[in-house]
Nanobody
Framework: VQLVESGGGLVQAGGSLRLSCAAS????????MGWFRQAPGKERDFVAS????????YYADSVKGRFTISRDNAKNTVYLQMNSLKPEDTAVYFC??????????????????WGQGTLVTVSS
């Protein structure tokens, strides 16, 4: 499975961005998907995840109510809609695929496939 993120960029605080992650392969619809982010000098942190069918979503407390994860299995794509962005949201955002449907959705070790990342910069 190859994952390619897009949609990052520079935005002012309070603005919005929509990230996309396009996946190759016919098994995308069976994978749980996640978004993680890594700020300079920090660890890669969980942001949001969605199960294979899209019925269940989970969010880090820091983004709850501002970010929305969704997926379109027909397009092999997962999205992250980011609203009310803050300077502390500045990071490289990665999408990741979990083929085995782990319950530990927040644990980056459960994800086998990763994209190259897309940079989001929020100016104050």
């Amino acid at each position: 499975v190859q994952l390619v993120e897009s949609g990052g960029g520079l935005v002012q605080a309070g603005g919005s961005l929509r990230l996309s992650c396009a996946a190759s392969g016919r098994t995308f619809s069976s994978y749980n998907m996640g978004w993680f982010r890594q700020a300079p000098g920090k660890e890669r942190d969980f942001v949001a995840s969605i199960n294979w069918s899209g019925d269940n979503t989970y969010y880090a407390d820091s983004v709850k109510g501002r970010f929305t994860i969704s997926r379109d299995n027909a397009k092999n794509t997962v999205y992250l809609q980011m609203n009310s962005l803050k300077p502390e949201d500045t990071a490289v955002y990665f999408c990741a695929a979990d083929p085995f449907g782990s319950s530990w959705y927040w644990d980056r070790g459960q994800y086998d496939y990763w994209g190259q990342g897309t940079l989001v910069t929020v100016s104050s």
